[in-house]
């Protein structure tokens, strides 16, 4: 499955963002979706996951603040991002976990800064 994530971009501290994993054929079957990031000169880590049947999981560190989603008749995931930090800035990539295989989409860069 390709998968193009949009919605990032620059935002101020205590703002919020929508994040937004389009794939290009039906998500329903898929085990799970993901979001992960990747700070400058830091390991990818997972942000954020929710599976077929809808569970969802999430970093300690955006608990309470993000919220992942799925809308299966639009083929597309959904990252909520609120109170966001400047720790939060990163790349933003959106992950699919299937049978058939893993697949990455392109990246998205959110920017926390005043």
């Known amino acids: 499955v390709q998968l193009v994530e949009s919605g990032g971009g620059l935002v101020q501290p205590g703002g919020s963002l929508r994040l937004a994993c389009a794939a290009s054929?039906?998500?329903?079957?898929?085990?799970?979706m993901m979001w992960y990031r990747q700070a400058p000169g830091k390991q990818r880590e997972l942000v954020a996951e929710i599976t077929s049947g809808g569970g969802t999981n999430y970093a300690d560190s955006v608990k309470g603040r993000f919220t992942i989603s799925r809308d299966n008749a639009k083929n597309t995931v959904y990252l909520q991002m609120n109170s966001l930090k400047p720790d939060d800035t990163a790349v933003y990539y959106c992950?699919?976990?299937?049978?058939?295989?893993?697949?990455w989409g392109q990246g998205t860069q959110v920017t926390v800064s005043s």
């Open positions: 992950k699919a976990d299937e049978v058939r295989g893993t697949s």
């Open positions: 054929r039906s998500i329903f079957n898929i085990n799970a």
